[in-house]
């Protein structure tokens, strides 16, 4: 009787160690793999032209950007602008 529970734990450990253990490894570094390549599409390789050609994935398309768009550009223009009407009131 205790022959038959040394074979059956004996064919337990055989199992585990040439099956459950390799698969469990191999699914643990494909696991790895798969997050790595998600990370590295999401933060790094979408954003390469090169990459975006070869998937056909939409280019973004950059607006030109006007020149007066903050404060500090139109308090410049408004002193230009008073320094020139400034200039001609005197000039004349």
Known sequence: MESS???L????????????RPLL????????LVLGWFLAWKLLL???PLVQEIFGLKKKHHLPKP??????????????LNNNNSSNVSAS
């Open 5 to 7: 529970v040394g074979c």
């Open 25 to 32: 490894a191999f699914s643990f570094v494909l696991s790895l």
């Open 67 to 80: 020149l007066t768009r903050h404060r500090f550009s139109r308090f410049y223009n408004t002193l230009s």
């Open 46 to 48: 979408v954003h390469i």
């Open 9 to 20: 734990l004996a064919y337990s450990d055989r199992l585990n160690l040439f099956i459950l």
